[in-house]
């Protein structure tokens, strides 16, 4: 197996993006990733595209053939795919990517992620993000996708305590990184009063508990570790990458306060990194909503079972925590656009890696991680990088 | 063959409005019209239940209260007039609800106020000819009065049923006459929404001569005079109705006032003498004899003789809520929530 | 919009909490599903089809203000997941009570209400929501 190294990255703003479409996101933010590994297109071997829902956002399948063609790649004939595992499908195609290279397969490889969710109504949208959830025998039954992580939120509560401020203090945190990033879609400090003084969405979760709807596109560049130095003074490794699955049902799980497809996708990408939770500096987590940031934090082994909300109380996870979580802001506040989330995140540590993230960057960070879920953790891809 | 009911059971939604906050919306003194209406409130079905649900509740505590296989089950007939389709049957949902399906005959019927009792005789008849081991029959509705019609005091919904059969019968039928003439005192046209009556019409022409005839005629057949009752229930579009229709027929207020559920929950339509059938075999004892009445507007009545055997004393009454169980976890709403959950409130989008 | 035969297929466990026993660990699922995912292969052959009593315990719930536009008359309406009595859980509705009322072990009953409706003119959905069990005196 190679070595892989990311050489470019590149991403839009996340928000309601009304005069950008679908493709246009794309577009751009493959193109920055194209020109920040300083490569040109006709170099590129594959492209992998993570996307939910384009079907029912925007009415388009078939989004592999769609970027490479806006992107000029359509006379190259290179293979396009797209990937979809609901809220995973970025990190997951970040991994197909890694693969593919790694493999020997393919040298030069762009991994896209986007979506572009503002096109519907806020329904549609809510429903369309509800279909990451079992339709037959979660969401026909009511439990709609905040209804599901507030059924975890209030099991989490019950076993361990945890604190309805405890969570406020994941969405302040969030906010306060969110202020630091420019191309975060808040970038505006709040209290835990915020939170705690928003509208209830699904008890005990509130407005400010939820990722928002966004629009937005993210992609990074691969190629073998040891072709990295041609393009990049930096090159950024791959170290670790870990894919697991669970029940597609919140219900079926045995625990429904930890994921244990984060655990068995970071138990496998520790193991191929040969680290320990301990190495890591910085870690993009999926905070879709803030009781998902207290279960990632202690199912990626950063905190004990139960531990989370007080270590977000005490601050261990801010910039100069113990471990600094969600810098860019993470889902809650950088913004959540399905589909290019898990690219986002990396594109997020390589920024950290290459200490390159200005006000928010975190001191001396050499080691990252990046966790994807997917529904309500039905699938998580966990990756490790290093600075090469 | 002696036919009679082997099991029973009833459902009550839990959500009530009375008069009082109704009349406050349509500038009606409600106050005057509880009292002349003898309803003090009455039922209202959540947005999820209908005639449906009722009936699937109301025949699984049927079912819960006897040992009968549902795969026994012959025949099953759905009373209302608030089937939630126009064409497709509510029977069949609640065959399948009960598991009885699919080796039985189901129909649905709709006779006004007195399609449940028509699904009782119907059951009898299967039964006593044995074409059938056990029939069930079903009176239930989820009955709609426009709004400020003197109907909405009163429409409320509920449901019982009733597993007819010929072995281990708790009240054994001993007899039954039906009443039936043209009079058109009450109607709902096919596509509308609300039905129309006929004001006062309904009255004297209508409820009193056919709910008078059907029990004279059933009693005059049975050689029986209101004495020989320990109870009696005739059908209740309010609570005066079968209160005067009671006295004119010789019963004192002690006969009828465990059948009488008007005042609590309102007019129950086809489910309202299959209600207080139910709520008087809550109580019976071995030997009891009851007189029920039903009335259905256009317009007809059924009247059953009713003995209650020593069946009962060994038949499972509380595996399932009685009807004064059911009466209870009650909410109360306001106009506004009770026209929401009704359907009153024209709402937006496609 | 969802088309009738979706739903119907499914109508055995909807109304009736049909789920399977596996024969081989004894364990029950539900709905029902080809394989015992504690088994695996040793459960080929052992799969029973079985009615679950509908009976059970509130293992975590919420209400929810923010649902689904088919249930926006029953706002805020609760969900739960519900711990069967024989072990399955399941994710319901829980009716006919207020939130405040419920805590996490709260004993409660399957009914049969409607799901949705298909518009106006479509097909009515019906399946399984949970009310709460009265204690009854003896």
């Known amino acids: ?388 | 063959m002696k036919v009679g009911i082997v099991s029973y059971g009833a459902y009550i939604p839990r959500y009530r409005i009375t008069p009082e906050e109704i009349g406050k919306v349509w500038g009606v003194d409600g106050k005057s019209m509880s009292k002349g209406l003898m309803i003090n409130c009455k039922s209202v079905p959540s947005p999820d239940e209908d005639t449906i649900t009722i009936s699937v509740e109301a025949a699984r505590n049927m079912m819960r209260r006897c040992g009968v296989s549902p795969k026994e089950i012959g025949a099953l007939y759905v009373g209302s007039e608030s089937h939630p389709y126009a064409v497709k049957p509510t029977g069949t949902i609640v065959a399948e609800a009960i598991e009885a399906a699919p080796h039985l005959t189901v129909a649905d019927y709709e006779f006004a106020c007195k399609a449940g009792t028509a699904a009782i005789q119907t059951c009898m008849g299967l039964v006593g000819s044995g074409m059938v081991k056990y029939g069930v029959a079903i009176g239930a509705d989820t009955s709609q009065g426009a709004p400020g019609d003197a109907l909405e005091f009163s429409a409320s919904a509920g449901g019982a049923a009733f597993l007819i059969g010929s072995e281990k019968i708790i009240a054994t039928i001993d007899n039954t006459y039906s009443f039936t003439t043209d009079t058109p005192d009450f109607w709902r046209r096919e596509g509308q929404m609300y039905p129309r009556h006929g004001g006062r019409f309904t009255g004297e022409p209508a409820y009193f001569k056919h709910v008078l005839a059907g029990a004279k005629g059933l009693m005059e057949r049975m050689k029986s005079t209101s004495k020989d009752y320990t109870y009696a229930v005739f059908h209740q579009p309010n609570g005066k109705f079968p209160s005067r229709v009671a006295k004119q027929l010789g019963f004192a207020d002690a006969q009828i006032k465990s059948g009488l559920l008007a005042p609590m929950i309102g007019n129950t339509y086809s489910g309202a003498v299959p209600l207080g059938l139910a709520a008087i075999l809550d109580e019976a004892k071995a030997g009891d004899r009851i007189l029920a009445v039903a009335y259905g507007s256009g317009a007809g009545s059924d009247a059953f003789d009713i003995t209650v055997t020593q069946e009962i004393e060994s038949y499972a009454r509380g595996k399932a809520p009685t009807v004064k169980e059911l009466n209870t976890n009650l909410k109360f709403l306001d106009y506004a929530t009770y026209a929401k959950f009704r359907g009153k409130i024209l709402l937006g989008g496609e | 919009m969802a088309t009738a035969p979706r739903y119907w297929r499914e109508n055995p466990s909807r109304y009736n909490m049909v789920g399977i026993k596996c024969n081989s660990c004894g364990r029950h699922f539900f709905p029902p599903r080809a394989i015992c995912p504690v088994c695996h292969r040793k459960s080929v052959g052992k799969i029973e089809i079985t009615k679950l009593k509908g009976e059970g315990k509130i293992f975590s719930f919420t209400e929810v203000q923010e649902g689904l536009e088919e249930l926006s008359l029953q706002r805020p309406y609760i969900v739960a997941l519900v711990e069967l009595t024989e072990g399955a859980r399941v994710t319901g509705q829980i009716i006919d009570c207020e939130a405040c009322d419920l805590t996490i072990g709260t004993p409660v009953r399957a009914t049969l209400r409607k799901l949705s409706e298909e518009g106006p003119s479509g097909v009515i959905h019906y399946g399984y929501k949970f009310v709460p069990i009265k204690e009854k005196a003896p």
Request: hydrophobic share 45%.
């Open chain 1, 1 to 388: 197996m190679r070595r892989v190294a990311i050489i470019g990255v590149g991403d839009t703003e996340f928000g309601e993006l009304w005069d950008q479409s679908f493709r246009d996101m794309g577009i751009q933010a493959g193109l920055a990733a194209v020109a920040d590994a300083n490569i040109s297109s006709e170099q590129i071997d594959a492209l992998y595209v993570g996307n939910m829902s384009a079907g029912r956002f925007i009415e388009q399948e078939h989004i592999g053939a769609l970027i490479a063609d806006y992107t000029g790649l359509a006379r190259d004939h290179i293979p396009a795919t797209r990937i979809e595992a609901a809220g995973a499908s970025g990190g997951l195609a970040l991994r197909q990517g890694f693969m593919a290279v790694a493999s020997g397969l393919h040298d030069i490889v762009v991994v896209g992620g986007a979506e572009k969710m503002t096109d519907v109504s806020d329904v549609e949208s809510s429903v369309i993000q509800s279909s990451a959830a079992d339709q037959e025998w979660e969401t026909i039954l009511g439990a709609t996708f905040p209804a599901l992580h507030a059924l975890i939120a209030r099991r989490h509560m019950h076993e361990f305590g945890t604190t309805r401020e405890q969570m406020a203090d994941v969405a302040v945190k969030n906010h306060k990184h969110g202020s630091l990033n420019p191309k975060a879609q808040f970038q505006r400090e709040i209290t835990r009063e915020t939170v705690l003084g928003s509208p209830l969405v699904s008890s005990p979760l509130r407005v400010f508990d939820c990722a928002p709807s966004s629009d937005g596109a993210a992609a990074v560049v691969l190629c073998p570790l040891d072709m990295a130095k041609k393009f990049t003074e930096i090159p950024i490794e791959i170290i670790g990458s870990g894919q697991a699955s669970d029940t597609l049902s919140l219900h079926d799980r045995k625990d429904v306060c930890s994921m244990a497809a984060t655990k068995a996708a970071a138990k496998r990408a520790f193991e191929m990194a040969n680290i320990t939770t301990k190495d890591v500096d910085v870690a993009e987590v999926h905070d879709n909503f803030t009781i998902s940031e207290i279960l990632a934090i202690e199912d990626l082994g950063f905190f004990k079972k139960g531990e989370g909300g007080k270590a977000t109380e005490a601050g261990l996870t801010g910039l100069q925590g113990e471990i600094a979580v969600n810098t860019s802001g993470g889902l809650k506040a950088r913004g959540d656009p399905i589909g290019a989330t898990g690219l986002a995140q990396a594109v997020e540590i390589v920024a950290q890696l290459r200490g390159k993230a200005d006000k928010r960057q975190v001191k001396d960070a050499s080691v990252g991680l990046a966790h994807n879920v997917g529904g309500t953790g039905g699938t998580a891809v966990v990756h490790l990088f290093r600075r090469a």
